[in-house]
């Protein structure tokens, strides 16, 4: 009944599979990582078979190639380096861990790992250090050379107010001095006359323009 249920959702190559690290480094002048570990994780309710295949098998030792997890374990997979040499310094090797059900020949789901071997732990340490440390030159250069650029730009922008402040200042003024509606002695023309909403909006606006110029 329940291998009927999750049948269809067993999709041949989607099956995703849980595997740590997903990254194998080896260090030459290290033999303690010439011996490195895969564990696969089974989180799903029924058994699995494993496979480890490679794209270079002479250059490593797989202890247990294949095998099978119960539902809800894992399994360790030990990988030897045995062809440790200068030439191979650099090259990225992979492995492919292929799964399927017990019962069906089939893979349901695959996983790539990388493997790559590298001359010495210490100079690779060494390394990544001198990149964080251009990085953060990188960064710090960025920041200083924006601070510097940006007073500069405050002090051309903050030479004066623009005309367009000052002409929107001159048109709120001269709102704020018409005759407001229903003013009836008044030398200028009614279409002139201006509501008192009009007028407060002219107000409002001329406070910011103020405010505006202040800082500037």
């Known amino acids: ?47 699995l078979k494993f ?23 894992c399994v360790d997979i030990v990988i030897r380096h045995r062809d440790v040499r200068a030439s191979h310094y650099g090259v990225i090797d992979k492995f492919r861990l292929q799964v399927s059900e017990q019962s069906q020949r089939k893979a349901l789901g695959r996983k790539e790992i990388i493997a790559t071997l590298l ?6 340490q060494q390394k990544e250090e001198e990149e964080k440390r251009i990085k953060e030159h990188l960064t710090e250069s960025v920041f200083f050379d924006q601070t510097l650029c940006q007073p500069g730009k405050n002090r051309t922008a903050s030479s004066g107010p623009s005309l367009l402040t000052v002409f929107l200042g001159v048109v709120c003024i001269a709102a704020l001095m018409l005759p407001t509606l229903g003013e009836v002695e008044s030398l200028v023309p009614l279409y002139l006359h201006l509501s008192v909403n009009q007028k407060l909006v002219a107000a409002y606006v001329l406070g910011l323009i103020t405010m505006v110029i202040l800082r500037t």
């Open 1 to 47: 009944m329940q291998q009927q249920k999750r049948q269809p959702e067993l999709v041949e190559g989607n099956l995703p599979v849980f595997v740590f690290p997903t990254e194998l480094i080896f260090y030459a002048d290290d033999q303690s990582t010439h011996k490195q570990v895969l564990t696969l994780y089974n989180p799903y309710e029924f058994a």
């Open 51 to 73: 496979k480890v295949l490679c794209t270079t098998p002479n250059k490593y030792a797989v202890v247990d190639a294949s095998g099978a997890v119960k539902p809800q374990c």
């Open 119 to 124: 001359p010495s732990a210490k100079e690779q």
